[in-house]
T-cell receptor, first 116, second 117 residues
Framework: NAGVMQNPRHLVRRRGQEARLRCSPMKGHSHVYWYRQLPEEGLKFMVYLQKENIIDESGMPKERFSAEFPKEGPSILRIQQVVRGDSAAYFC??????????????FGSGTRLTVV | AQSVTQLGSHVSVSEGALVLLRCNYSSSVPPYLFWYVQYPNQGLQLLLKYTSAATLVKGINGFEAEFKKSETSFHLTKPSAHMSDAAEYFCAVSDRGSGGSNYKLTFGKGTLLTVNP
């Protein structure tokens, strides 16, 4: 049973370009969470999605960032017009139901975005 | 709002020595508590979690942690360090109970553990 799959593992973008990060949850998981890890910081919650619904986007920057989890296919985190401050590791996690933590999360290996 | 403080951004121990990584939390009610480990360029792996059963929680790779409500602490220990334990360790908390944001983890800044031969 494959774990949470994220791609690409590494992504380099020039300032002003768009970054698209993909996350395929574990089989049977319909809840996806995105976190961002800035250098020398812990992970910070960005957004929580179920299929075709954004449940909580309270951690998303107000501009340039968006997320989706379509009925078919992976969840996508999209960053438009990237800036140097967007350089970070972006992690996706999934769970079979809202993570009431009798179960907990499974994290992917992350996408490391570098903006040059 | 919840917060997590990990004392010591870097801990260095000798192989075979005791590992102690400190975590204190701030929360209005006892939260769920977690320790994760991150190896270089990898994702986070759950070491152990406290969800209100026994206060001493045993995890993978010989690690354990004790929830102390009076001290608002959840320190991670391992009796004897191994070279393979070298990694970054994160303490995290979440809200307790249904209906709230119990899906949202608040992480500490992490503690980098190095193990010397």
């Amino acid at each position: 049973n494959a774990g949470v799959m994220q791609n690409p593992r590494h992504l380099v973008r020039r300032r002003g370009q768009e970054a698209r990060l993909r996350c395929s949850p574990m089989k049977g998981h319909s809840h996806v969470y995105w976190y961002r890890q800035l250098p020398e910081e812990g992970l910070k919650f960005m957004v929580y999605l179920q299929k075709e619904n954004i449940i909580d986007e309270s951690g998303m920057p107000k501009e340039r960032f968006s997320a989706e989890f379509p009925k078919e296919g992976p969840s996508i985190l999209r960053i438009q017009q990237v800036v140097r401050g967007d350089s970070a590791a972006y992690f996706c996690a999934s769970s079979p139901e809202q993570a009431a933590f009798n179960y907990g999360y499974t994290f992917g290996s992350g996408t490391r975005l570098t903006v040059v | 709002a919840q917060s997590v403080t990990q004392l010591g951004s870097h801990v260095s121990v000798s192989e075979g020595a005791l590992v102690l990584l400190r975590c204190n939390y701030s929360s209005s009610v006892p939260p769920y508590l977690f320790w994760y480990v991150q190896y270089p360029n990898q994702g986070l792996q759950l070491l152990l979690k406290y969800t209100s059963a026994a206060t001493l929680v045993k995890g993978i790779n010989g690690f354990e942690a004790e929830f102390k409500k009076s001290e608002t602490s959840f320190h991670l220990t391992k009796p004897s360090a191994h070279m393979s334990d070298a990694a970054e360790y994160f303490c995290a908390v979440s809200d307790r109970g249904s209906g709230g944001s119990n899906y949202k983890l608040t992480f500490g800044k992490g503690t980098l553990l190095t193990v010397n031969p």
